[in-house]
């Protein structure tokens, strides 16, 4: 997906539930006629747009996952989908992750891609982690790794690291981690660290200007999308996520949710996500499938 642009083509991308996930409300009858429609994939159902102040050299999501959607249905929460000087990216966690050495899905992980490049030495491999040069969404590279996230709360980590020399062009190394952290609080401040910082992989950047540092773009969109295994809407697991975006270690100031009518078949937004922004705790609130409720318009935030 693209936003600047979104890959496969999407071109205008721009919560009031505190604490764990609700239990699904009973259905109403008319929503469980449209959960029952056959769908097309892939489909996805929100868009949060970023929308920094500035460029960046470290972009953050702290997040909390409130239901586990289990790896039955291939999703993909892409916390950003935006350019590094200019080159296309996108990365984030996904339900099971394409191994394409064992031509299987390896389970839960994380995802960094980009499409500027369809050379191998711009990517850099973590321990048990692995590269993959696709061509199904264009000519693209990236890394992948397998990690065991579920409910609980983390922090996800894109920042650049030194320049990548060995390139035939100017470039710097982008490196992405996931770390868990302690549940959030009701003040101002951000998470405590805890336990391990987990290494996905690294990608290297081309320069926009040969003597600058190259930098993330002040804007980016986080989606979430089905990609396999889905036949009907009921099908889709409930995957649960209250999350914002740092730049530079400042929250996310402001940015917009959609819900797309996404352009490959189904003709109609997903009946069963919701998202919303809550100004007490400064979190956009994603709610998705199973029987979720539509109930919060698009709009941008705060």
Known sequence: MELVPMKRGLRSLLGRVVGASPAPLPERPGLSRQLDQAIRLPVAGIYVRWDLQASVSTLEWDLKVLADPASSVGIYLALADGRIDGSHFYLGLQTDIWDPGSVR???????????????AGATRLAPEGFRELGTHEGRFVGVRRPYPWGVGDYRVTLVRSEPAAQLHVSADWFDLYIQPTAPRGTGPGRPELVGNRTWIGGLAFPRRHTSMPALIGEASTAF????????RWRDIPRWDVDLIAYGDGQPCPRGAIEYPVFPFGNNRPMPNANARYDLASGLVKLRYGDSTTRVDPAGRWP
């Open 105 to 119: 899905g390896a389970g839960k992980g994380l995802i960094f891609s980009t499409w500027w490049t369809f050379d």
């Open 224 to 231: 979430m999308e089905v990609y396999s295994r889905a036949r």
